[in-house]
C-alpha cells in the first residue's frame, strides 16, 4: 500500500517556476514506478511525466518536454516535479500517481495509488 500527498502547488507568473513534491508512504514505494498527471477545468485528466522505480527511465508529455523534470529521492520516500517556463495552459490540478509495476506508464489506467491533487495556477 502506498499514501501519496501532493504539495508545492501555487500561484505563479508566466515564465516562473514552481517544484511539485509528492511524499509517499509505504514500503514498497523504492519498487513503484511514479508518474504526474494533470486535470484542467473541463478536461480529461492527462499524463504529464514518469519515472522508473530507480528514476532511471523517464518520459515527458510533448507538451512539457524541455520544460518540466521529474525525479524522485527514494531514501526520502518523494518524487518531484520540477516546472520552468510555466505557461497559462499549465494551469491545473496536479496529481502523483504509483504504479506497481517497476517500469511504469503514460496511461491513466495502469497507476494503482492516487494523490489528492495540488492545484497550479499560471497567470498570464
Known amino acids: 500500500q502506498v499514501q501519496l500527498v501532493e504539495s508545492g502547488g501555487g500561484l505563479v507568473q508566466a515564465g516562473g517556476s514552481l517544484r511539485l513534491s509528492c511524499a509517499a508512504s509505504g514500503r514498497t514505494f523504492s519498487r513503484y514506478a511514479m508518474g504526474w498527471f494533470r486535470q484542467a477545468p473541463g478536461k480529461e485528466r492527462e499524463f504529464v511525466a514518469r519515472?522508473?522505480?530507480?528514476?532511471?527511465?523517464?518520459g515527458y508529455a510533448d507538451s512539457v518536454k524541455g520544460r518540466f523534470t521529474i525525479s524522485r529521492d527514494n531514501a526520502k520516500i518523494t518524487m518531484y516535479l520540477q516546472m520552468n517556463s510555466l505557461k497559462p495552459e499549465d494551469t491545473a490540478v496536479y496529481y502523483c500517481?504509483?504504479?506497481?509495476?517497476?517500469?511504469?506508464?503514460?496511461?491513466?489506467?495502469?497507476?494503482?495509488?492516487w494523490g489528492q491533487g495540488t492545484q497550479v495556477t499560471v497567470s498570464s
Open positions: 519515472i522508473s522505480s530507480s528514476g532511471g527511465n523517464t
Open positions: 500517481a504509483a504504479d506497481r509495476d517497476p517500469y511504469g506508464s503514460a496511461q491513466q489506467r495502469a497507476y494503482d495509488y
